[in-house]
C-alpha cells in the first residue's frame, strides 16, 4: 500500500482509495468498516472500510478473511494482497493522525474519540458514494451502543440497508477484510513513521503503542522532553501520557496580569527586541522548528 500522501505531513489526517471497480458502480454491493489503532496511545488510529459486489460475498469467503486480530501479520500482508489485486474490489481508508486526535479530544468543545470514530466511517460511506459505488449494504463494527449507531448511520443514508453489530468482523467477511485493510495499513504507518523531532529521541522500539506495553511504557518514559512534552507520534490525550507529564514535566504557572500589575509591569515587546545589543546565535528547539515557529517583533 503507498501510503507517501500521509507521509508528507504525518500531523494532518488524510483519506485514501482504491480505484473504483467497474463492477461496483454497476452491480448492487456490501461495504463493511472497521478500524485499528483505537487503543494505542501512540501513532495513527486508521479506519478502512471495504466493498464489493454482493455476488461476490462466497468468494471473498473463500479467500478466509478473518477478525485480523487473530491473524499472523504474515496472513494479514497476504490477505490483503489478494484483497487488493482483486479487480472487483474496492477499499478506503483514513489515516486520522494523532496530532488530530489530540488536538480534538483536548479542544475547548468536547470532541470524544466515539464521535471521532464515528465520523471517521460517515466520511467513508460518503465518500464511497461520490466515487460511484453502488450501495445497497452498510455493515459496521460497533462504537458506543449499536442500536443508536444503527440508528444514527440510517438517518444519513436512508437508503442503504445498516447493520451495525459488535464482533462485526468475525461476522461479516466485508468487514473482516475492511478490519484486515485497516490493521495492515496501521503497521506499516507505525514502521514508517518520520519523527520531525529525530534529534531528541532515544529509541524507535516503542512496541505495539498500548499504554500496557512495557516496550511502550519505557519509550514514553525515556523520550520525554519536560518543556514541550512529547513529539507528535504521541496521543496527548490520553491518561496515560497525561499522568506522565503531570508526574514528570516542567509545570507552567500563568499569572493573572491584572492581578500583578502594580503600574512598574515591563512590556511583553520589550522582550521580542532588543536594539543595539549583539544576539549571540543559539540553536533553536526541534519542537520550534518542525513547527515553523519564529519569533516576533511587533504584533
Known amino acids: ?43 495513527a488510529m486508521v479506519y478502512a472500510a471495504c466493498y464489493y459486489p454482493i455476488s461476490n460475498s462466497d468468494k471473498i469467503k473463500e479467500l478466509g478473511v478473518a477478525d485480523s486480530k487473530v491473524l499472523t501479520e504474515e496472513i494479514r500482508d497476504e490477505l490483503f494482497e489478494k484483497l487488493n489485486s482483486d479487480h472487483s474490489i474496492g477499499w478506503l481508508v483514513e489515516i486520522i493522525s494523532p496530532n488530530d486526535i489530540s488536538t480534538k479530544m483536548l479542544g475547548r468543545t468536547k470532541y470524544s474519540l466515539n464521535a471521532l470514530s464515528h465520523d471517521a466511517a460517515i466520511n467513508l460511506i460518503r465518500q464511497a458514494i461520490q466515487n460511484g459505488v453502488n450501495l445497497k449494504e452498510i455493515y459496521v463494527d460497533t462504537v458506543g451502543i449499536a442500536e443508536n449507531y444503527q440508528n444514527k448511520l440510517s438517518e444519513l443514508f436512508p437508503n442503504i440497508a445498516v447493520k451495525v453489530t459488535p464482533k462485526a468482523d468475525s461476522l461479516f467477511p466485508c468487514v473482516s477484510a475492511a478490519s484486515i485493510i485497516a490493521k495492515v495499513t496501521r503497521d506499516k504507518v ?21 499504554p500496557s506495553d512495557p516496550a511502550t511504557q519505557k519509550w514514553l518514559t525515556s523520550n520525554l522532553d519536560k518543556i514541550f512534552g512529547y513529539p507528535q507520534f504521541v496521543r496527548f490525550s490520553w491518561s496515560t501520557c497525561q499522568k506522565i507529564l503531570e508526574e514528570s514535566a516542567v509545570r507552567v504557572h500563568w499569572d493573572d496580569d491584572e492581578e500583578f500589575d502594580n503600574g512598574n509591569t515591563v512590556s511583553l515587546l520589550s522582550f521580542f527586541s532588543q536594539k543595539g545589543i549583539a544576539q549571540k546565535a543559539v540553536k533553536r528547539h526541534n ?5 515553523k515557529l519564529k519569533q516576533v517583533t511587533k504584533l
Open 190 to 210: 507505525l514502521s514508517n513513521w518520520k519523527f520531525e523531532e529525530n534529534e531528541s529521541l532515544n529509541s524507535s522500539d516503542y512496541g505495539c503503542g498500548y
Open 287 to 291: 519542537f520550534l522548528e518542525s513547527r
Open 1 to 43: 500500500m503507498e501510503i507517501s500522501q500521509f507521509e508528507t505531513d504525518n500531523s494532518k489526517s488524510c483519506v485514501l482509495t482504491s480505484p473504483t471497480p467497474a463492477a461496483a458502480q454497476k452491480e448492487p454491493c456490501c461495504l463493511g468498516i472497521d478500524e485499528a489503532g483505537r487503543g494505542p496511545v501512540l501513532g
